[in-house]
């Protein structure tokens, strides 16, 4: 008989991705007989992530806490580490999973703290991106990986979502110490059903938090350049929260566009991708972002920077890639409007997306990491 395992997920920021990648993970872990429950912060999210809290709460057998944890490193770390230690180790964990940054290192702090009074607990990392978003050349860069390289002797297992990130972590912090393991995002079968476009769809949809690394501002510059270079009006709805909302609020209101360029908050993607007829992901640095795949397997056209995994999802030589920079998007953009059909056909089909990206396929291999790492 297969042992059941308790399995707890530690991450700071119940939003995006990460946000996603853990339920899914939690979904499927919880059908497959284990007991799971999450730690996480409590001052980030508003109403559209509790709602999501509110659907998977009742099914996790180890419950949902939600303590404040910074984003930064500083003086109230402390308080916010011990009351989480105090929290997990009442959920006596077999498997300690952190994603992100501040997660990762929360779980491997906990999990070591743990072995020290006999609990046998296998530390898990998932970067997600996190901390390798930062410049090499920079002095919190070098803080950073410098830490993370120290981290590395707490660490059982570390789980990269893409080899982009696999390779960017061995470029700034050096070749793990730790053993590792390259497991892609997966998607739910209902996902690969398409979306159709409401009747009064924008040209374009951006959908994603509201801030500089996902390019907000780019792709509103490039909405402008678009214009210029086709002679056509254009409009465009923009999807998410963030701090930096008002301010390209205001981006888009300088350039002419407060009539045409419209704000929505966070909503369910399948919603979102309805709005527009081509959607675009202008961001400056990605690990693997789910918006893609979603998009992709509802049977949305795409526009996308070449950053981070996302040409491990289009192909390297997909022609619906482009530079970080206002200019190359809007020559995409213009394609795109040149002929909308043939554009479409560019993208990867839903069976190869489903026979590499499926939740099965995901959820399957991080089980078995979790069983080899215990028997380790």
């Known amino acids: 008989m297969t042992h059941h395992l308790r399995i707890v997920h530690c991450f700071r920021s ?32 508003g109403a559209f992530e509790d709602r999501l809290f509110a659907e998977i709460r009742d099914i996790l057998a180890l419950g949902v806490t939600r303590t404040p944890i910074q984003r930064h490193i500083g003086p109230g770390d402390l308080g916010a580490a011990l009351r989480s230690l105090r929290i997990v180790r ?27 009074s006999r609990r046998p607990v296998a530390r898990l990392y998932s970067p997600h991106g996190g901390s390798l978003h930062y410049d090499a050349e920079t002095l919190a860069g070098r803080f950073f990986f410098a830490l993370e390289g120290l981290m590395e002797r707490l660490t059982d297992q570390i ?11 061995k470029q700034k912090i050096g070749v793990p110490r730790a053993p590792t393991s390259l497991v892609y995002n997966g998607l739910r079968a209902e996902e690969f059903a398409p979306v159709a476009d ?7 949809v951006y959908i994603g938090m509201m801030r500089d690394l996902k390019g907000p501002d780019l792709f509103i510059d490039a909405l402008k350049a678009t214009e210029e270079q086709t002679g056509r009006t254009l409009s465009a709805v923009m999807v998410g929260d963030g701090d930096g909302r008002d301010r390209y609020a205001a981006q888009a209101g300088a350039l002419g566009f407060s009539n045409r360029v419209t704000f929505r908050p966070a909503m369910p993607v399948r919603q979102a991708f309805a709005l527009g007829r081509t959607m675009v992901v202008p961001s400056r640095a990605e690990a693997m972002p789910y918006i893609v795949l979603e998009a992709l397997a509802a049977g949305k056209p795409l526009v996308a920077t070449a950053v981070g995994g996302i040409p491990e999802i289009l192909g390297k030589d997909s022609p619906a890639l482009c530079a970080p920079a206002t200019a190359a998007l809007a020559a995409k953009m213009a394609t795109v409007l040149a002929d909308e059909a043939a554009y479409r056909c560019n993208m ?6 489903k026979a590499r990206f499926g939740v099965d396929v995901m959820t399957g291999r991080i089980e078995a990491i979790y069983r080899e790492t215990l028997g380790g």
């Open 198 to 204: 409401v009747p009064e769809a924008a040209d374009f």
């Open 90 to 116: 009442r959920l006596r964990p077999d498997i300690l999973h952190g994603h992100g940054a501040k997660g990762g290192a929360y779980a491997r702090l906990f999990g070591t703290a743990m072995r020290l």
């Open 348 to 353: 990867p089909s839903r069976e190869e997306l």
């Open 159 to 169: 789980l990269f979502v893409s080899d982009y990130e696999r390779r960017a972590y």
């Open 14 to 45: 119940p939003v995006g991705g990460i946000f996603r990648h853990v339920r899914d993970l939690c979904e499927a872990q919880v059908a497959a007989g284990h007991e799971v429950g999450i730690v996480c912060d409590s001052t980030t999210g």
